[in-house]
Nanobody, 128 residues
Framework: QVQLGESGGGLVQAGDSRRLSCAAS?????????????MGWFRQASGKEREFVAA????????YYEDSVKGRFTISRDNAKNTVYLQMNSLKPEDTAVYYC????????????????WGRGTQVTVSS
């Protein structure tokens, strides 16, 4: 089973940038059996439901974003390091949330959901 650990959260000011990291680990590091699949980021603001932010295919060739972060956030991955990143630029107070990493994402036709694991989350707070 894949374990995910996020890092990089913190308190920033509006307009600042921040990079989140999500490291994946598991019992087997054999590249044929250790497959995190499509990876992604979700976020949950206080009192709100968890929402999709971004996803990236295994090869890194295709990325997907929630409309409000397009042009500001960039998702990337380094398969050699089993790590996925979320570069967040031009941060806004409404980006304040706990950010979660997820593995093995699937597209249902109208939303992304995970067949894999969730990380424990990292708090990002953007002050105005």
């Amino acid at each position: 089973q894949v374990q995910l650990g996020e890092s990089g959260g913190g308190l920033v000011q509006a307009g600042d940038s921040r990079r989140l990291s999500c490291a994946a680990s598991g019992q087997s590091f054999n590249t044929e059996s250790f497959n995190t699949g499509t990876m992604g980021w979700f976020r949950q603001a206080s009192g709100k439901e968890r929402e999709f932010v971004a996803a990236i295919r295994t090869s890194g060739s295709d990325t997907y974003y929630e409309d409000s972060v397009k042009g500001r956030f960039t998702i990337s991955r380094d398969n050699a390091k089993n790590t996925v990143y979320l570069q967040m630029n031009s941060l806004k107070p409404e980006d304040t949330a706990v950010y979660y990493c997820a593995s093995d994402l699937r597209w249902s036709g109208d939303r992304w959901y995970t067949f894999g694991s969730w990380g424990r989350g990292t708090q990002v707070t953007v002050s105005s």
